[in-house]
């Protein structure tokens, strides 16, 4: 229901048009990154190389069947963007001269990938992987926007795409971690300030996000700058929501330990 609501809202009427083209509107050459590596890595080759490596690592972990599920996640949600991409047109009721872009493949891969990955991760080490990948998916995020490739309504339909596909592959595939060879194990700190800090980033950019767009819509003539920066904000706080979600989901915040007396006798 997301993608079909933000697609509605944002691209099929001309204020949510006009109001996203203002964002784009504020794109200046002194705000581009100085280079668009980050964005380059995704492409189909690392895309498949990904996918080969989390088989390699399911397969050295004895979870084959976990790999196979992280794999339906990337392959599945870069497909789906691809094939959404091509059948939602975007019609031109705003006099924009931005092509069409919804959803922003970059965004759905640097997601798909984090929970793809997260998948096969050893319990203990989630945590850190889950920080190193959202901090680079929330600059994947940022980065199309302030070039000007894609819109916010871009953003969050490539991240309601990775969040369907990852629930999907939860609820039917495999079971991720059963917590035989001690993955629940390991302080509990750490995994609470990762909760924390997604919980804050999300509020924080969400906050600052409202209050750029209300600077930037205030008064006669629109602020393009302070809209940019709203749509810098709601890109990022997309991000940040949606995997708050996957981790809260996954139980991440308050795991018990392995009951040793549980697990199988060594032979």
């Known amino acids: 229901m997301i993608v079909p609501s933000v697609y509605a809202a944002a691209v099929l009427t001309s204020v949510g048009q006009r109001v996203e083209d203002a964002a784009l509107g504020g794109v200046r050459e002194s705000d581009l990154f100085g280079s668009d590596t980050a964005l380059n890595v995704i492409s189909v080759p690392v895309i498949l190389l990904l996918v080969v490596v989390i088989a390699a690592v399911a397969f050295?972990?004895?979870r084959l069947a976990v790999g196979l599920g992280a794999g339906v996640v990337v392959l599945a949600s870069a497909a789906t963007s691809t094939l959404v991409k091509r059948i939602a047109e975007r019609p031109e009721i705003a006099q924009s001269t931005t092509p069409n872009s919804f959803p922003s493949g970059h965004a759905t891969i640097a997601l798909a990938a984090?929970?793809?990955?997260?998948m096969v991760t050893p319990r203990r080490f989630r945590g850190v992987v889950t920080l190193l990948g959202t901090a680079y998916a929330v600059f994947v995020a940022?980065?199309?926007?302030?070039?000007?490739?894609?819109r916010v309504s871009d953003i969050v339909g490539a991240c309601a795409i990775a969040l369907f596909w990852v629930g999907v592959v939860r609820a039917v595939g495999p079971r991720v971690d059963r917590g035989e060879r001690g993955d629940r194990d390991g302080s509990r700190a750490p995994r609470r300030v990762v909760t924390t800090i997604l919980l804050i980033g999300t509020a924080v950019t969400f906050l600052v996000g409202v209050v750029a767009l209300v600077v930037g819509l205030a008064g006669g003539s629109h602020d393009h700058g302070a809209i940019l920066v709203a749509g810098r904000?709601?890109?990022?706080?997309?991000?940040l929501a949606v995997v708050s979600v996957v981790w809260l989901a996954d139980r991440q915040h308050h795991a018990d330990r392995t009951d040793t007396a549980a697990l199988p006798a060594p032979r």
């Open 142 to 150: 940022n980065q199309t926007v302030v070039y000007g490739w894609h």
């Open 60 to 62: 050295a972990r004895r």
């Open 233 to 239: 904000m709601a890109s990022s706080a997309s991000v």
């Open 114 to 118: 984090l929970f793809a990955v997260l």
